[in-house]
């Protein structure tokens, strides 16, 4: 996603409906009680790169799956995911879960029931996650870490930092994602966001930082 630069003022007027909506989230969320515990975050170098689109959610320890197989009601339950990240379903045996999306742990329900019943038709969702969190630092109103019932984008968790103090730099947001021992770096643009010029918002991983210069 390219940053866009700021058009002249007598050339494109700002599109109200995002901005509308961008504001009341701030707003109403930013003084929701959400369970913040501050902590330090460690920011270090990295290369920068435009924030991307949504990325499916991944499981993580303690998450709550609904697992329903089509004519097979002693088959459909919910499940956690063990603090090993395994699930273990009847027929199926240990199954990793942990990073996987609900659209790979379905595929393999599906494969290994497939084994013993015909024609199986598996369908899991997410009943609760408590593996989300997600971190919010530098110039906002409440630094720290969230932990969170399900997934939120870039705008939703500077909301419930209460958004930016005078000094944020709106327009370069950093997204910090660390995975299989590497750290990427993503820009994100709030103003531009809030234009309607910068394409969708950026959905979150467990574990993610933003950092508001």
């Known amino acids: 996603m390219k940053t866009p630069s700021m058009p002249h003022a007598s ?10 909506s ?3 989230l701030l707003a ?11 902590q330090a975050a460690n920011a270090n170098a990295g290369s920068a790169a435009p924030a991307s689109s949504a990325a499916p ?3 993580g320890p ?4 609904s697992v329903t197989v089509w004519r097979q009601p002693e088959l459909s339950m919910q499940l956690p995911v063990a603090p090993d990240g395994s699930l273990r379903y009847p027929l199926a045996g240990h199954i ?5 999306t609900l659209a790979e742990v379905e595929a393999e329900l599906t494969q290994k029931l497939g084994e013993q019943i015909r024609e199986a038709v598996v369908t899991v ?4 996650t408590h ?4 971190y919010v630092v530098g110039e906002v109103l409440r630094p720290g870490e969230f932990q969170l019932p399900g997934p939120v984008s870039v705008v939703q968790a500077i909301a419930m930092a209460n958004s930016f103090t005078p000094f944020a730099k709106r327009d370069r947001l950093l997204v910090v994602r660390r995975k299989n021992g590497q750290e990427t770096r993503q820009i994100f643009d709030f103003n531009a966001y809030v234009r309607d010029d910068a394409g969708q918002d950026l959905i979150l991983e467990p574990g993610d930082t933003i950092i508001v210069q």
């Open 96 to 100: 990793d879960a942990q990073g996987r």
């Open 62 to 65: 303690g998450d709550v799956l």
């Open 57 to 59: 959610f991944r499981l």
């Open 131 to 134: 593996s989300y969190r997600v």
């Open 28 to 38: 109403a969320l930013g003084c929701a009680p959400w369970p913040v515990v501050v």
């Open 125 to 128: 969702s997410l009943v609760q």
């Open 11 to 20: 050339t494109r007027r700002t599109r109200p409906g995002r901005a509308f």
């Open 22 to 24: 961008a504001i009341a």
